[in-house]
Structure formats: C-alpha cells, structure tokens
C-alpha cells in the first residue's frame, strides 16, 4: 500500500485546477471582449432587445426577473440560443447602437450578474445574485458570463484539505490515504441473512449490499454497463435507513441524483433533494426544498412575507418618483432580511428531520449542509467525478463512511464549465446532435485543449493528474479488496456481452435470462426477419484501403492554426455504409428511434448527422463520449480511422470502446476497418480479432454504395 501525502496531494490539485480555470477565463474573456453583442447573439452567448415582463421573490429571498422580447422589436419566440437553466450571466442596459465596443465593456459595472433558473419559448428567468437593483426600464440585454463557482468551491474544499493538521485528519481520511487499512470486514458479515426490500436482486447485487453495509470506511460498488448499479444502491439506502443511519447522496450530475431520488420515492423514503428547482426533474420537484418550505406546515410564516415582498416589487415598477422608491427599497430590504430569517428556520427544520440527503457533489458544500452531520455518503457515478469533487461532501458533513458506485472502465470525467448544458437523462428521449456532444453537467470539466487534441490523437496525450477519479486511486492503493462487483447485466444480448466481459472484467458477466437471446426480431412490434435482424453482432470490414479516412480541414489548410479548431477525422465511405445498414434495418420494420449511431470524432458525426438525420426521422446520432450512460435497442458505431499509417488516436483509449461496445440491447454493428484499427493497440487487435471470428461479417461492395449515394 502506498501512501499518498494528504498535504502535497491537495497543492497538486490545487495548482492543477488553477491551470484549468486560467485556461478556461482567457477563452470567455477573450470572447466577450473582441465581439459584439450581435455577434454574441448568433454564437448563442447572449440576448438582445429584452424587457422585464415581470418581477417577483423566489427561494433565498432573490429577485426573479422574466425577461421577453420588447414588444417595441415585434415580441414573439426569443431566438435560438445557448443559454440554459445554471448558466451564469449578467443582464444590463442594451447599449444603443449594439456594436459599440467601449459602451460594451462598462456592462461589469451597470449590469447585475445572476443565474438562469428556467427557459421557455418566449421568456428566461434570471435569479439576480444583487438584492436592491433598479432595473432600468430601456431596452435589456443578457450575456453569459464564465462559471468559476464550479472551480471556486474545488479550489475552497483542496484549500481546507491542504490546511487540515495530520491531527485533525479524520480515520476515513487516512484511509483515503493510505495511511491506515481500511477495517477489514468479518465473513459473517459478509454472510448473515438479509431481508431485503426487493427480492429480485441478484447475488452480486446482494453480496455488494452486505459489502457495503458491514464495512467501516470505505466501500466501492463497481457496476459495468447494464448491472443494475443505481438499483444495488437504491437497496443499499433503504437497509442503511433501516439501520438508523442518517445518509447523503450525492452524484456529479443532476441527473445522476434525480436518477436515485425518482427511484427511492416510490418507497415513501422521507428526503430532501437539494439544488435549484429549475435544474432538477419534474418529478423530483416534490422533493426539494424549494418546493418543500412552501409546502410544509410552517411554510405559512415564509410565504406571507413572500406575499408582501411581491406586492412592493410591483408596486417600484410602477413608481417613477425616485423618493418613493427608495423608501420601498428600504422596506424590501427589511422584508427579505426577515423572510431569509424565516425561511433559514424552516429549511433547518427540514433538513434536521431528514434522515438521506441528496444533493450534487458541488451542491454538497453549499452552506445548507454545513453544520449537518452524516453517518454515510453515498457517491452515484463516482468514476464521472472529480477527484476534488468527492471530496466536498466528505470534507463538509464530518462523515465516516464513503460508498463510491462507478465504473472506471467506462470514460472518466471529462473537464468543460463554458458552454456545459443539462446532461440528459438515461431517459431514451432523443436529444438533438450537437447536446449528445455534451459531457456531465454540474462539474462537467472538459478540457477544451485536450478535447481537440485528442480529436487528432490521443495516444499521444498524457493523462492529466484531475483524471485520475478517487475511485482510480482507492482501486490502486488499497486493491481489489474494498470493492465488490455486479455481475449480472440486464442490457445486452450475451453476444454483445462477450467481448467487453472478456477483455475488460475478467469474464465475469452474465448476461441476464430476460436479455440474453433477444434479438431485433423479438421487438414488441413487428420486424421482418433479415440477416440482419437476426444477428447480434456485425461487423463491416472495410480492409483493403479503398475506405481512406480524411483530415476535416485537409482543404482549407487550417492545419495547427488554433488547438481550439484541430483537425477531426471524416469517412465518407464509412458513412454510405452507415447509411446503407441502417437502411436494412428500417426496411425490415425496425423504427429510427430504435437505432443509434455513434462515432469517436465530431467530423464524423456531422457528416453523419447532414447524411442521415433528415432521412431517418427520429435516429439518434451522437458522440460517443455524450452516449455514456444511454442505451438503444440496435447501435452503428463508426469507427473512422483507415490509413497506411496504421494511426487510430482516439480510438487507442479502451474505456471509449468499451463505452461504444456496451450501448445496444439486442443489435451492435461495427463499421471499420480491420487492418488499421487492428494494429492499434493489444485492446484493439483482440477486439478486430474476436469480431473476425465471432460477427456476422459483411465486406463493402463498392457498386451497391454507389447506388446508395
Ligand atoms: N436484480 C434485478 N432484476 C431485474 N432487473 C434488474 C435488476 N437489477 C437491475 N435491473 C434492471 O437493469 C437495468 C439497469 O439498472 P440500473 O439503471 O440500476 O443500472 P446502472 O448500472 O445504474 O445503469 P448503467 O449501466 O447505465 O450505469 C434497469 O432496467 C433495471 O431495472
């Protein structure tokens, strides 16, 4: 076991997130200040020719202004833009004459930064961060600004890590860091009866739940793809409660929580779910605090204040005497002190009275929690999390016991704050391509830099040390011994299963008996039987060299002109036979919603998405990286790389084809080529060796692309 020095580490990953956060303000700064507002606009970064349609009070006392279109501009539908629930912006007076530079840059001090709390077609409402603001009552416009919240609270919780006395560090501490064992846990914990709550859950599913229930600091659930690991958890909860024990859930994303709180409500579990309303799932809603102080028996005290701050609110626009005014503002002022006051007891009051807690990592450190204490944290998709970001909740809550559920054989986290959206959700709605790009919300750190690096090759890419997830470190320091694995996966044809289980986990997996036949033609609808349909696996070989990849920008020249615009890959031929499988399929009755496509490069997937989206309505195309966590009935993944060269770049990290392999149910059909991609890495010539062997082969016929192009 080696020891890690709690102190360095936490320099290191202090000076690691700064480089991150440095990068990422010289890119916004560098984009708001050489453009215009109008320009803004057409990138999606801001909104001109806005009014205030109206103001009123929501939670934290903070004012919420609707902004519309101005009547003055004909109203209507706001145009299409970027701006989503959470991001950051700042809303000031529309300078006249919009492309004015140096009006521009006086927006820090008129405008009010704040938070989009919702979107709508016509409307977007901003919570302002300032309480007493006079809104000007001109023409408004709206920009986004950088999100370094994200950065600030890792920097806080790596800064209090980095100051903590060896003294003060805490058992699990310690552990975390190799410097005590964990306890090891007894056989006749691992072996006394259980009652469980759902008595479908397979063994390894109950082996990981004894696991976790009789160990002391530390215990890891890893969940390969399809293996039931938010169910495991979802139990695990219920015994932990059972046990009188008080938890916090946690998760990167949103949606990684609302995943757990959707699952556990159905067992009439008291929680609270923190977060902003606008950011969490309409059937999560019920649970949030937001939602709760209105609703709950004092709610009554919070909601007259509430009342009466609205009613003032309306009443200074409707002023124009600045004398009145102020006086409102000064009873404003008094009202929304005593309305936090109110609201602080209530919010205290129900989150004492509650025995789990769920909320984001980055939400755990908000200032609702901090005199909260916790006998477990529970962490969902611990592989998708920052290392830092795990240690938020353990840092705040005091707790003793750490639960990470994950898989670090799937993509770690990837590093982006600027342009990052609502990750979606598991759910099989269909988003639009450019959103299936998008990494992990909350954190959702991607590295811009490394991203179009990697684009071009990622072999050549050093890891950076933010990669490495707690999960990651636990594994090596402490091995095999603090984790326990499931086992049987409730997703794939047992096909489809077959090489990921054998290449990356051991040949553990089996595949479930409700999965493991299943087949396109066994679709609750009918689908003709074809060689396709009734296959499992295919796999187009294109060797030979007559499917060349190309360089996007090998025309333009635009080679090394900016990391931000490396070069990516295309395959036209690749894409006809994309096109032409997926043809076969939607022939023979499959239905497009049914089918994936996906694909390691973005130029790949515009092509794809130009070819393809408006023939089969209702297909989905996306990265692969953006379809982690999803899955489909049938899945085409394109893999690209085809040149003498023998390069396969971002096709040389395991962890993304595992991801790309472990998407379909029941029909997985590769299009590569064999020769170049086989010579790419062990992983790789194993994989192109098992398709030969093992799929349903298919060799391009050249004449037959040609009548489909
Ligand atoms: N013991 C079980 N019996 C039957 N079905 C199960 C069992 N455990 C899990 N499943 C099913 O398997 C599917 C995957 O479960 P879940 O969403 O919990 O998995 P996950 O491992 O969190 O998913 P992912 O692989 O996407 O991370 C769900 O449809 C779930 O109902």
Redesign the pocket.
Known sequence: MKQTDVSSFATSQLSLLNDELQGELAETTLLSSTHSPTVLQRAGLALLNLTVSSQRTGFGGKTLLELTLDPAVGGGDLPEHGLRTGDICAVAEQPKGAERKKERQGMEKHGVDGVVTKVQREAITVALDKDEVDIPGGKLWLVKLANDATYKRLNQTMTKLQKAQPSEHSILTQVLFGQSSPTPVSKEDLTTPLTFH?P???SS?QDAIRFALASKEIALIH????????????ELILQLLDRGQRLLVCGPSNISVD?IVE?LSSHKVPMVRLGHPARLLPGVLNHSLDVLTKSCNAAAIVNDVRTEMDAKQASIRKTRSGREKRVIYGELKDLRKEYRQRESRVVADLLKGSKVVLSTLHGSGGFHLRNEKFDVVIV??ASQALEAQCWIPVLYTGTEKLVL?G?HLQLPPTIKSLNSKQSKP?AKKAPAVNEATDGVEDLSISKKSKTAKDDGDSKKAEPSTLETTLFDRLLSLHGNSIKRI?T????MHEKIMAFPSKALYENKLVA?E?VKTRLLTDLSYPVKETEDTTVPVVFWDTQGGDFPEKSEDDDSGAKGKSSLLAESKVNEHEAAIVRLHVSRLIEAGVKAEDIAIITPYNGQLALLSRMLKEIFVGIELGSIDGFQ???KEAVVVSLVRSNPEREVGFLGEKRRLNVAM?RPKRHLCVVGDSETVGRGSKFLTAWMGWLEEEADLRYPDPSELQDEN
């Open positions: 759902d479908s859950l397979n599913q969940g390969p793809p399809g293996t039931g690991k938010t169910h495991t958890l979802v995943n699952r969902d998709e559920a898989d598991k499931l049987t996966q409730y997703r479930a409700s966590g999803r899955e472990t």
